[in-house]
């Protein structure tokens, strides 16, 4: 945590009231991730809201504004909706961002939410992936995303959370979980903030 989240008072970023964003008014009205089958590669997949205007504040926010707090709060709700398997698996991982993004950002946003994870199931957070090297999701064409990115993974234990910020296509889920198969994986429940509906 920065000096500077400690400093300043967390306020909801939807209705600027304290002490948490999303409060417990705004997080009661997000809307619920859409019933949609779960994307090619993974045995489950855990969405704790809809992406759309309601939530993107939220994920916006802690995208760009580097807000721990509201990542930390929406991923303990999203745990409290896994399947019972996903707190017994091996390892808790993260689909990786690209490295431009990275340093752009000062951080990886899957990342932190996996750490949050693994801190709210008791489960080891382990680096597995690697992203390679090609665009980023964000500002590309449905289209384009559909092709979605491709990994790495030098080996992975039997039963794998694998986290991510928001399922869009799902394509870069289905590739993470490919590279984990290929590495050992058994058994992938996906674990994301929030899906976005079908259009
Ligand atoms: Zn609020």
Request: aromatic letters at 4%; charged letters at 20%; one cysteine or more.
């Amino acid at each position: 945590m920065r000096l500077i989240d400690v400093l300043l008072p967390v306020r909801c970023a939807r209705c600027g009231e304290p002490p948490l964003s999303p409060c417990a008014h705004c997080l009661a009205a997000l809307d619920e991730a859409p019933m949609l089958p779960v994307p090619n590669g993974l045995d489950s997949l855990t969405a704790l809201t809809a992406y759309n205007d309601r939530s993107a504040l939220f994920i916006t926010e802690a995208k760009y504004r580097n807000s721990r707090a509201t990542l930390g709060v929406l991923m303990r709700w999203a745990v409290e909706l896994t399947p019972p398997a996903v707190s017994l698996a091996d390892a808790v991982t993260w689909a990786p961002t690209t490295d431009a993004r990275r340093r752009e950002r000062g951080f990886d946003q899957a990342q932190i939410l996996a750490r949050h994870a693994a801190r709210r199931l008791g489960r080891p957070l382990r680096s597995l992936l690697r992203r390679q090297p090609g665009p980023t999701q964000t500002g590309r064409s449905r289209a384009d995303r559909l092709t979605g990115p491709s990994f790495r993974s030098a080996g992975s234990p039997c039963a794998v959370v694998l986290v991510d910020d928001v399922c869009t296509t799902g394509a870069t889920l289905t590739a993470a979980a490919t590279a984990l198969r290929h590495a050992g994986a058994g058994t992938i429940h996906g674990l994301v903030l929030a899906r976005t509906p079908q259009r």
